[in-house]
C-alpha cells in the first residue's frame, strides 16, 4: 500500500464523528445520567451489569476507534497489503459499518439509563444479523489477506482454498444473519439458542469445508 493511502481519509473523519456522537450525548445529559450506568441485560431485559459513566465512555470511545484504527493500521502493516484495493470499497464500508452499530448501540444504553425503556435483545441481535447478512453478501469479495476473513491454517495456507471458502461461506453468513434476525424477536431463552445455533453453523462448517477443501488440493 502506498504512504497516500495510509494517510488520513474521508472515512476516517466520519468514523471520528460517528464515535463521538455517543460522548456528545452523554455530555449533553451528562447531570441526568446515573452515576453508574446499566451495560448489560439478562435475557429478560432486565439490567444485570454495571458501568461507571465514565469509564463507559473512555470505554466506548476506546473501543470503537481503536477498532477502527487497528483496521487501517492492517490495510498497512499486511503482507497481503496490495490485496486490500481489490476489495477497498467493501472494507471502508465495513469500517464504517462497525462504527455505526457501535456507537448506535452506546447511544441506546445512554438513553435506556436516562429512562427510556428499549427492547435490547432486539436491538442487539437484531444488528447483529444485519451485520451478518451484510458481510455475507459481501465475503465472496474479500481477497487473500491475514487480518480480516475466514482465516484458518488452510485458507491462510492455499489462496485457492481462500477463494472457495470465502465462496461457500457467503450465503451461509446470510442465512446466519436471518437466524439472529429473526431470534431478535423471539424469548429470550429460545433466542439465544437459536442465535447460538447460526453463528457457530457459520464459524464451524467453513472451518470444515476449507480443511475438506485443502485435503482434496492437495493430493
Not at 157 to 165: F, I, L, Q, S, Y
Request: proline residues 4%.
Amino acid at each position: 500500500m502506498s504512504e497516500a493511502k495510509a494517510k488520513w481519509t474521508g472515512v476516517d473523519w466520519a468514523i471520528l464523528v460517528i464515535a463521538l456522537i455517543p460522548l456528545i450525548i452523554a455530555g449533553l445529559y451528562w447531570d441526568q445520567l446515573p452515576n453508574q450506568l446499566a451495560v448489560h441485560f439478562d435475557l429478560h431485559n432486565r439490567p444485570n451489569g454495571f458501568q461507571s459513566k465514565g469509564w463507559f465512555l473512555v470505554m466506548a470511545a476506546g473501543l470503537n476507534l481503536g477498532i477502527a484504527a487497528l483496521m487501517k493500521v492492517a490495510m498497512w502493516i499486511d503482507p497481503k497489503r496490495e490485496n486490500y484495493m481489490k476489495f477497498s470499497g467493501f472494507y471502508q464500508a465495513f469500517r464504517l459499518l462497525m462504527a455505526a452499530f457501535l456507537s448506535g448501540i452506546d447511544v441506546v444504553l445512554i438513553y435506556y439509563n436516562l429512562g427510556q425503556r428499549f427492547n435490547i435483545q432486539l436491538i442487539v441481535l437484531g444488528g447483529i444479523g444485519v451485520v451478518f447478512i451484510l458481510l455475507g453478501n459481501f465475503m465472496a469479495r474479500i481477497r487473500f489477506n491475514y487480518f480480516i476473513g475466514i482465516r484458518t491454517p488452510w485458507t491462510l495456507a492455499n489462496e485457492e482454498v481462500w477463494r472457495r471458502t470465502h465462496r461457500m461461506a457467503g450465503p451461509l453468513w446470510v442465512a446466519a444473519g436471518f437466524l439472529a434476525f429473526v431470534s431478535a424477536f423471539l424469548p429470550g431463552d429460545l433466542a439465544v439458542w437459536i442465535f447460538l445455533a447460526g453463528t457457530l453453523a457459520a464459524a464451524l462448517i467453513p472451518t470444515i469445508y476449507s480443511f475438506v477443501v485443502y485435503r482434496r488440493i492437495s493430493q
